[in-house]
């Protein structure tokens, strides 16, 4: 059983920028693809971004591309999502997930991914 705890979210104006983070119960490195997942109020789920394991290739939803990067430490257990130019529709609370397989986390809004933290809020003002 994986435990995934985020922090980092918090209330900033637009165009600023914030980071997040996401530190594993265990080892992750090897095993897993880590990803971030957001649902603002009123909407489904959506895919952020994910990270491939062994310092793989990186995956992000295009409303995100060119502003966020996500990143790992695997010495640390943890996954980074840096966001930049952040603006109010980005307003959502920020999970992140964990399954072996990418699929499970970019797909499908994560649904099938195999562990959650328990979200972070991250609020944006315009």
């Known amino acids: 059983q994986v435990q995934l705890v985020e922090s980092g979210g918090g209330l900033v104006q637009a165009g600023e920028s914030l980071r997040l983070s996401c530190a594993a119960s265990?080892?992750?490195?090897?095993?897993?693809?880590m990803g971030w997942l957001r649902q603002a109020p009123g909407k489904e789920r959506e895919f952020v971004a994910a990270i491939s394991c062994c310092y793989g290739p990186t995956y992000y939803a295009d409303s995100v591309k060119g502003r966020f990067t996500i990143s790992r430490d695997n010495a640390k257990n943890t996954v980074y999502l840096q966001m930049n130019s952040l603006k109010p529709e980005d307003t959502a609370v920020y999970y992140c997930?964990?399954?072996?397989?990418?699929?499970?986390?970019?797909?499908?809004?994560?649904?099938?991914?195999?562990?959650w933290g328990q979200g972070t809020q991250v609020t944006v003002s315009s």
């Open positions: 265990e080892r992750t490195s090897s095993r897993y693809v």
């Open positions: 997930a964990a399954d072996p397989e990418l699929r499970a986390v970019i797909t499908h809004a994560g649904t099938n991914a195999r562990y």
